[in-house]
């Protein structure tokens, strides 16, 4: 039944609307949405991050191209640089099943993983992923945000993100079951309607067990607490 | 809600007046003399034997014909009145003020069931009598007519008076039912 | 839009009445659809309008007359304009898709119909987002008779919510965040005022039962942020209406908006209702009304002083106002009132409630006839008093207008505690049909997923949907049961939508019949009009996210009509 829908919506996707009337042939809606657009900074380090998403569909389906990125200024290298594509499909009223690709940058091995997910509100305003990563070094990754209005245009942003990584990744100092930790508080300002929406806040990053082993011994911090500053967009 | 002093005060002065010897005039004035409006005389009950012309007069959902009526000072006039109309209706002969506290009254009687779109519930009307002391309006000056019913008024027009004949079943005056009686010389 | 705009309108109104004196009865008229600026005082965006303007001119007809009216498309997309509640040939309607293929950038379509009713109407753009954007005009139609009500002048008072957004980008606004024009959502600071006023647990049960539902009570209105427009002027515009005192002035209140309902009061006035969607209804005298989209009520006012009156509109959620002057003489105005406190949407409004639907059906029954047995008057206002807030004012009302759930946070009020008109208060002031019995019911749920803004009917939106059939000659009673939490104005084009509010014979004949949260209403059809045509809610937006049906009857003249209504262009 989903399958099929989903099919006749690609299928719909591809037929160019001509003189039809209101909501006889779905258009195609797109939008982006970047929860973290931003300059990190402490006493040591320097950073740009983005996390955002850009969606092509249709109700029954979204094509989303999800980026998540650290880009150390000081190294003008990339810390993290992670893109997806993923096929969003409903699976209830408020949740979305997805299956898509994760490529990891920089370059190297096994840096190719097939995703495996849920995405939607959970009851009490939550909003969560949880997705599964497959490639040769597996790993679980749960994504939690919530917006509390202070007034309706201040809103304090809490979010969540929690790594789980089941198998040894050396090159990328990842121990199995090191799990990295990233969470912040960012207070926005609705600027302009919901389009810019300019924010400060903090940004915590800590890895645990294995992995946290693995950067001492590298002589690298554990974590990581950030001041950060800048804007959420929605168009 | 409705002043129900005054609506009995009203119906007192209704009652009084039905009595052919005593001139409504006066107690038009009298009742009605409050409220910053102008008081007039709205003339008497007449007897068709003084009757100088015959006026036809049609109820139509919601208006008259005709939509105005001249009048000589002093002169009685014989109104014949039907409703062509699907809704009932009424024919009353008075000033704006009494208009006002006519449709106050007509208020009531369809809150008390006496006063439906298309009939006239007679013993809710006596009810209602019982309860408050008024029910039906029996006024020489006015008619409430039943679809396809007619009726008939003798008045005898005052010499001076802002006077109109209307229609004061709730939301008919409102939508224009009414037409101004003019005093001609 | 601007002042000399306006009145550009009026003198092609003017001048569209005059080329009707040719032939005793055949009016020809011509519109243009154009791109046009529409500057609102706040805010100018870019537009769809009528003969270079927005509104468009309103369009006089006279019943019994036959029109020809020559759309040319201005625009670089396809357009198409529908007669809202005009009766008249499936291929006439003007709906892309359903009536006729539209009309497309650069050509021409020629409508040709017989005008059979008198009234208050309009017409508007029935493609893309071009009606929110502008593409809308008023229709007077004179009678043939003389109407059951009297008055000295008239005027059109067509409301609308202008946006500085244009109608797509709202649109994918809304998909892509249902909740991207609410600012009416509750706070944490409003959460510390509710636990000073209610108390830490039953605030915390309360949001956390909003919560657990992820709805908000405070989705009343999907859009906010708009200006809303009397003939095209902002508040600080300030429309006026001119009259002279002791005159009776008609006012055609006609809600052209895309999304919003609006409560009209002219505070020191009462207003007497004599038509609902161009039909005479017995009049009714009252302090307010509430519009729904699409709705249209003719009132009289007859002013006596020689003073200005405001002409007030809040919108249903209370995020703007309307206002225009009644006065004597330009350039007075009167006091301009405050907005009333934001109203929030119950557990009721969510339909849970329960019994609300057997309510309605009591209701239905015994008509709304404000009599009560033993002689009281109820005052329904009174009863409510105070202010909007909630539920538990709500709860407490005694006899609420049927036409909301019990206890709902949406029954309106008069501001002066006086008489707000109800769909009850309606009734036919001569039926158009004979009364019957409807040969069968089709049961239309109105359903929507609030969080991916998908709106449907039968839990199906129009993308997926089978036409609604209907076999002419039958008489069908629809039941509308609205499962969401918004209000929805539905709009069945081509044929009278009788409402139920327990009149019989007399029960209100309209276009629009408005169906709020967690209720049943029922309106029954005859099935007199042979084609195809459209049945949608008539919010822009949910419209267009799939609260829509096409509906196919079936059988009766249709080879006459259909060659009748051959289009002739396009």
Known sequence: MRSSGLFRALAGATVVAGLVGPAAAEPLLWGVRAEQLEYRVNPDDQLFAWEFDAFLGQDAWRVVWRSEAEYVIEDTAFERLENQLRLQTPISDFFDAVAGIRVDTPDGPNRVFGVLGVHGLAPQWFELDADLFIAEDPAVRLEGEYELLVTNRVTLIPNLEFDLPFTDDPERGISALGPRLETGARLSYDLVDRLISPYVGVNYERVFAGTADRARFEGEDVDGLFFVVGTRVMF | ?185 | MTASSILRGGWLALGLSAALSGAASAGEYSLTVDRVTIDTGDFRKSGVGFNGSSPGPVLRFREGEEVTIEVTNNLSEPTSIHWHGLILPFRQDGVPGISYPGIGPGESFTYRFPIVQAGTYWFHSHSAFQEPDGAYGAIVIEPEEREPFRYDRDYVVQLTDAHPHSGSRIFRNLKMSSDYYNRKQRTLLDFFDDVDERGLDATVSDRMAWGEMRMMPTDIEDLQGFLPLINGKSPEGNWTALFTPGERVRLRFINASAMTYFDIRIPGLEMTVVQADGNNVRPVTVDELRIAVAEIYDVIVRPREDKAYTLFAESMGRTAYARGTLAPRPGMTADVPDLRADPLLTMADMGMAHGAHAGMETAGMAGATHTMPDGTVMDNAAMQGGRDHGAQDGMAMAKADPFYAAGSGLAPKAANGGKMLSYGDLKAQKPLYPHRPATREIELRLTGNMERYIWSVNGVKYADSEPIRLIYGERVRFKFVNETMMSHPMHLHGMWSILDNGSGQWNPIKHVVSVSPGTTVFMETEVDAPGQWAFHCHLAYHAEAGMFRKVVVEGGPSDERAALAAPAGG
Request: glycine share 10%; net charge negative; hydrophobic share 40%.
């Open chain 2, 1 to 185: 809600m409705t002043d129900l002093r005054y609506l009995r005060r009203l119906a007192a002065a209704a009652c009084i007046a039905a009595s052919p010897a005593l001139p409504i005039s006066a107690m038009a004035d009298a009742t009605h003399g409050h409220g910053g409006t102008q008081t007039h005389d709205i003339g008497a009950p007449g007897s068709a034997a003084q009757a100088e012309r015959t006026v036809e007069v049609l109820l139509y959902d919601n208006y008259y014909e005709p939509g105005a009526i001249e009048v000589k000072r002093g002169e009685t006039l014989r109104f014949l009145v039907r409703n062509e109309g699907q809704l009932v209706h009424e024919f009353s002969i008075a000033t704006p003020a009494l208009h006002r506290a006519h449709r106050e009254e007509m208020e009531m009687m369809v809150e008390h069931g006496v006063l439906h779109a298309f009939h006239i519930d007679r013993e809710a009307a006596e009810r209602m009598q019982t309860s408050m002391g008024h029910g039906m309006h029996d006024d020489p000056n006015s008619l409430l007519l039943e679809p396809g019913e007619s009726g008939e008024v003798v008045w005898t027009f005052p010499l001076e008076g802002e006077l109109a004949f209307a229609c004061n079943v709730p939301g008919h005056y409102e939508a224009g039912m009414v037409g101004d009686i003019v005093l001609t010389d």
